[in-house]
Every structure is written in structure tokens, then in C-alpha cells.
């Protein structure tokens, strides 16, 4: 390839990642519209939350992008019984509060992660059979509801990092973990067994909610 074609491949490749920032941005804006107008008076109510995942079901390429995959995956593991408990909507309620005092105008792409914690990318999960154990604060909800949302797929949550661990899953709001002694020896425990011949595989929030069933449960 001569110079002029790697010019113009580059200045494509820029102009794809321009593209899809400033989609991103507009769709960030309006989850955050749309996160700020059910939240407004501090309740949810069952009808607020089935307005929201008929949004998002008719937003597709919102629900199906960080953060917009978090908060649908959320909302679906809220209605997936049919019964919308007390606790659930208190959970949702925190996630979207997150999200709306987390100056979602201004998230990028993906989450930030603690620098230092070797987050990997993977396309191998398989929730059913697999165990996971949670750590860091995630925009999805509590880490004893990101257990349950486990559970009801047919994982296996774990309390600990074990060399028998499947998958370590670091919270997407864990830009200032590092501070919190309790996750950095999680992420240290995981990255000594990996050396020791582990399969422990570390990952941020976003790949876990990504492989979520919304239909499951």
C-alpha cells in the first residue's frame, strides 16, 4: 500500500471513529433525557419502568451500547418474573440516580477502569455452569443484584476470588477503586492465580452485561 492510500485509510478510520463519537454523544444525551424525566420526582413506578424498556426496546442501537446495554440488561432482569419487588426497583432506582449524577452528557465509549487492572476483552462467555465473583461499584445495580441476575441465568456467584473462578467482573464505576483496599486485592488475588496457571479471565462490566440474556429467567 503506497503512502497516499495510508493517508486515506487513516483519514477513514478517523473519520468512522468521528462518526460514531458524535452518534454516541447524541445517544448518551438522550438516555440521559430520557434517565432525568422518569427519575424526576426521586419514584419509579411500574408503569415508569415498562415505559423505559419499551424505550429502549424501540432504541435498539441505544440498548445495545454502553451504558444503554447496562440499564436495559437492568430493566429486563427487573421484569423478567413478572413481579416487581421493593428491592429491585430501589436497585434500578440507584442505577439510573448513577447515572444521571454521573454526568452521563459526558461518559465516553466505554467505562473507565482502573488503569493498572488488566481488564481483558472476550467473546467466551457462557453464563450457564460458570462462576463469577464482583468487584469495584457497578452501574448495573448492587453487587448482590449482579449475583442474583447470575443465578437466575444459571451461573454460579462466588464470594471470593478462588483459583476455580471462571470470570473476576470489575464495576464500571471503578475509576477511583483502586482507593477501596477490598477490590484491589480481588484484581491482585486474580492476576497471582492467572501466573500460577489459572483461567481466571478479569473483564469490566460492560462484556458481562453484553453477554446477559434479557429473555432469561
Same mark, same amino acid.
Given at each position: 500500500?503506497?503512502?497516499?492510500?495510508?493517508?486515506? /485509510?487513516?483519514?477513514?478510520?478517523?473519520?468512522?471513529?468521528?462518526?460514531? /463519537?458524535?452518534?454516541?454523544?447524541?445517544?448518551?444525551?438522550?438516555?440521559?433525557?430520557?434517565?432525568?424525566?422518569?427519575?424526576?420526582?426521586?419514584?419509579?413506578?411500574?408503569? *415508569?419502568?415498562? #415505559?423505559?424498556?419499551?424505550?429502549?426496546?424501540? +432504541?435498539?442501537?441505544?440498548?445495545?451500547?454502553?451504558?444503554? +446495554?447496562?440499564?436495559?440488561?437492568?430493566?429486563?432482569?427487573?421484569?423478567?418474573?413478572?413481579?416487581?419487588?421493593?428491592? %429491585?426497583?430501589?436497585?434500578?432506582?440507584?442505577?439510573?440516580?448513577?447515572?444521571?449524577?454521573?454526568?452521563?452528557?459526558?461518559?465516553?465509549?466505554?467505562?473507565?477502569?482502573?488503569? /493498572?487492572?488488566?481488564?481483558?476483552?472476550?467473546?467466551?462467555? %457462557?453464563?450457564?455452569?460458570?462462576?463469577?465473583?464482583?468487584?469495584?461499584? #457497578?452501574?448495573?445495580?448492587?453487587?448482590?443484584?449482579?449475583?442474583?441476575?447470575?443465578?437466575?441465568?444459571?451461573?454460579?456467584?462466588?464470594?471470593?476470588?478462588?483459583? *476455580?473462578?471462571? &470470570?473476576?467482573?470489575?464495576?464500571?464505576?471503578?475509576?477511583?477503586?483502586?482507593?477501596?483496599?477490598?477490590?484491589?486485592? +480481588?484484581?491482585?488475588?486474580?492476576?497471582? &492465580?492467572?501466573?500460577?496457571?489459572?483461567?481466571?479471565?478479569?473483564?469490566?462490566?460492560?462484556?458481562?452485561?453484553?453477554?446477559?440474556?434479557?429473555? /432469561?429467567?
Amino acid at each position: 500500500m503506497g503512502n497516499a492510500d495510508s493517508q486515506d /485509510a487513516r483519514s477513514d478510520t478517523r473519520t468512522t471513529k468521528a462518526t460514531d /463519537a458524535g452518534l454516541l454523544g447524541r445517544s448518551c444525551e438522550a438516555l440521559w433525557g430520557i434517565c432525568s424525566g422518569v427519575m424526576a420526582d426521586q419514584e419509579l413506578s411500574d408503569e *415508569e419502568i415498562r #415505559f423505559l424498556d419499551q424505550w429502549l426496546r424501540d +432504541n435498539r442501537e441505544i440498548a445495545a451500547t454502553w451504558p444503554g +446495554n447496562v440499564v436495559y440488561a437492568r430493566v429486563q432482569d427487573v421484569l423478567a418474573d413478572g413481579v416487581i419487588t421493593e428491592d %429491585e426497583r430501589n436497585h434500578l432506582k440507584e442505577t439510573l440516580t448513577g447515572l444521571i449524577d454521573g454526568t452521563l452528557r459526558d461518559t465516553p465509549a466505554r467505562p473507565e477502569t482502573p488503569a /493498572a487492572a488488566p481488564v481483558e476483552e472476550t467473546n467466551a462467555i %457462557e453464563i450457564p455452569g460458570r462462576s463469577f465473583c464482583f468487584t469495584g461499584t #457497578f452501574l448495573f445495580g448492587t453487587q448482590a443484584a449482579c449475583e442474583r441476575a447470575v443465578t437466575r441465568r444459571g451461573g454460579k456467584p462466588l464470594p471470593e476470588v478462588q483459583p *476455580e473462578l471462571d &470470570y473476576l467482573v470489575v464495576g464500571a464505576m471503578a475509576s477511583e477503586a483502586w482507593a477501596d483496599m477490598d477490590f484491589a486485592r +480481588n484484581v491482585q488475588q486474580a492476576m497471582d &492465580y492467572q501466573k500460577d496457571g489459572s483461567d481466571i479471565a478479569i473483564i469490566g462490566e460492560e462484556i458481562w452485561t453484553r453477554h446477559l440474556r434479557p429473555d /432469561a429467567g
